[in-house]
């Protein structure tokens, strides 16, 4: 009985994984499209290097024909 309860647990946990992952980007724009949750999403990625390299460098490079 244990391991039918477990193995249906793991099973529903896999489809819920797998339906978020197919629908991935949706469910980022519903999230990011609350203004509150969009704040805090950028506040922790300017705080990690990498990220804040990737989305600011773009910004103040300049057209192309400038290089």
Not at 5 to 34: D, I
């Amino acid at each position: 009985m244990k391991m039918k309860k477990k193995s249906f647990t793991l099973l529903l946990l896999f489809f819920a994984g797998y339906g978020l992952y197919s629908n991935r980007f949706r469910v980022l724009n519903s999230l990011l499209g609350n203004p509150g949750i969009r704040r805090v999403a950028v506040s922790y990625l300017m705080g990690v290097p990498w990220a804040r390299k990737k989305m600011m460098s773009p910004l103040f490079r300049g057209p192309e024909e400038w290089r």
